[in-house]
C-alpha cells in the first residue's frame, strides 16, 4: 500500500511541475549569443588598427553579470595568437600591414550567473586586408633606419627592382600622439628620386610604436607599398666615447678612462666595447658598463693598440647600433710600452 501511496505522490509532483514549467534550475542550458557588429577598423595610422564590436542579443537575462569578450587576433601566416580578456568593447594594437589580419572573439559568462560553470558563445571572426597594388619587388628595398644620437632619425632605401626612372617614393609616419599621419617633408634625394628622408625633432616618441609606410608612384607600373614598425630607442646610434686618458698603474697594470658621448643620452644608458691588440697578433675584445677598464701586460709586450666605442644598453633599450671608429669619428688609442718606469705615451691616430 506504501509503494501505491508513493508512486501517486512522484506522478502528481511529475503532473504539477509539468504544468506549471516548474524545472530544476540545474537542469536548465545556459546559452547566450556571440558579441554583434565585430570588425576591424583601419583609422589610417599605417598599421595601428582598432578591433571593435557590440555587445550580443538577448542579455536581459544577464543584466547582474559582469559579461567578458575574449579576443583572439593576429597577423595571417603567425602560428601564435594574442589573446586579451576585456569587458570592453574596442581594442586597439599595432600590425604588419604587409600581411592580413585575422581576429575573432566570444562572449563569457562567469561562473558566478551560470550554476558554477562558465559559458562561451561560439566565435565571431573579421578579417582585414589592404588591397595590395603591383608586384612584391616593385617596393622599396634595403630600408635602413636609424636614430642618431637620440636626436635625429634618418631612414635611407633602395628604390624597388626593375622600377622606371620616373618611379618616386614617398614616405608617411605615425606614433601614438599625433593626431594623423604625417608625410616627410625633407628627403634626400638622387637624380630627383627620393632615397630617404630626414625626419623633424619627434616630440614624446620614445618607447612606443614608430609606424612607417613608404608607397610609390608610377606612369607605367603600379607600385606596391611597404610598411616597418619600431620603437626609436632601439635603434639608436650614439656618438663615440672621448677625452680617453691611460695611466700606468703599475708595473703590470694600464688604466683605461674615458668619458660619455657627448649628447642628450644618460650615462647609465651606456655600454662599451673595447678591443686590445697586443703587438699586432693578439685581439681581445671585452664589454663593460663603466668609463674605465684596467688592462694586465706583460714585461714582454712592447705594443698595444686599443679601440673603443659605445651603444645604447639593455636597461634602456631592447637593442642598438654601435658608435664608430676611429676613422669614422671614434677615437683610436695607440700605447707604446718602453722598459718600466717609462711613462706610457698615448698616441691619438
Known sequence: MAFVYLAIRCLCTFLISTTFGYTSSSDIEIKVNPPQDFEIVDPGYLGYLYLQWQP??????????????????????????????????????????????EAKIHTLLPWQCTNGSEVQSSWAE?????????????????????????????CSWKPGIGVLLDTNYNLFYWYEGLDHALQCVDYIKVDGQNI??????????????????????SETKPIRSSYFTFQLQNIVKPLPPVCLTCTQESLYEIKLKWSIPLGPIPAR?????????????TLVTTTVENETYTLKITNETRQLCFVVRSKVNIYCSDDGIWSDYLLTKLIFFQYILDSYPKMVRCVTL
Open 56 to 101: 550580443p542579443m538577448s542579455l536581459d537575462n544577464f543584466k547582474e553579470c559582469t559579461v567578458e569578450y575574449e579576443l583572439k587576433y593576429r597577423n595571417i601566416g603567425s602560428e601564435t595568437w594574442t589573446t586579451i580578456i576585456t569587458k570592453n568593447l574596442h581594442y586597439k594594437d599595432g600590425f604588419d600591414l604587409n600581411k592580413g589580419i
Open 126 to 154: 573579421a578579417t582585414y586586408w589592404i588591397s595590395p597594388q603591383g608586384i612584391p619587388e616593385t617596393k622599396v628595398q634595403d630600408m635602413d633606419c636609424v636614430y642618431y644620437n637620440w636626436q635625429y632619425l634618418l
Open 196 to 217: 630617404g628622408c630626414r625626419f623633424p625633432y619627434l616630440e614624446s616618441s620614445d618607447y612606443k610604436d614608430f609606424y612607417i609606410c613608404v608607397n610609390g608612384s
Open 269 to 281: 644608458c651606456f655600454v662599451y666595447e673595447i678591443e686590445i691588440r697586443e703587438d699586432d697578433t
